[in-house]
């Protein structure tokens, strides 16, 4: 019976775009479950990161850290729409994206991520999530480094083991807390960055009104459940949908179960008005 729904599902584009220090190596486990399914997968790095090369310092922007999704976009068979997966840090991206091209997204799907809120700043998910991170130790064995002109300092982070293990990765396989303390890179923040600062970027009649779906780590020690639902209830009529026992990592921790939530969803808001 399985076997027969497969055969029956429709075929479907997943964009895929990772958070912060992360790459397109995260999504090995989802990627390699939805295209035996049958449908088609683009992974992206963001600039500077993943096998991308440059620095994050060198991104100059976060315009110029989403450039990589964005040009993905712009370059879609016109008249196709694409399923758009966002985790984390991602989520900022995939609102940029929301907002460039409302009708390239059949639905838009913030995974444990990111979701601003139409008319506000992107940086308010950051101000909120702060209040979230309330011991002092929260980012325990991160490096925080900054750079450049005084006046306009550049801001990277890196992730420590620790950190990974006890904030990302706690519900995860350790091989893959193993891959992740290889493969992170250090990322930029971008906390003052005038996209993000700026109430105008995201509108009611672009972002605001696109399909979107916001699935909720349940065991997330990043930021909490509540807070995930919390930045749902800025976005009117989001569905949420919660993933028991998955981690800040649901591809990893819960790969399986997210793969398939992925495809019912895509099925579900396919071809609707």
Known sequence: MEEGNKEQR????FVLVHGVSHGAWCWYKVSTALSAAGHRVTAL????CGARPGRAEEVSSFEEYSR???DAVAALPAGEKAVFVGHSFGGHSLALTMERYPDRVAVAVFVSAAMPAASKPMALVFQQASQEHRPDDFFLDCKIGTSGDPQHLVETIQFGPRFLEQRMYQHSPPEDLTLAMAATRPS??????ETMTNGD????ERYGAVRRVCVVAEEDASWSAEFQRRMASWNPGT???GLQGADHMPMFSKPREL????MEIADKYSGQA
């Open 259 to 262: 793969s398939e939530l992925l």
């Open 188 to 193: 930029r923040r971008f906390r003052n960055d």
């Open 45 to 48: 790095d963001m600039a500077a």
């Open 201 to 204: 970027v995201l509108t009611a």
């Open 239 to 241: 569905e949420v949908i």
């Open 10 to 13: 429709q075929r479907h584009h």
């Open 68 to 70: 990589p999704l964005l």
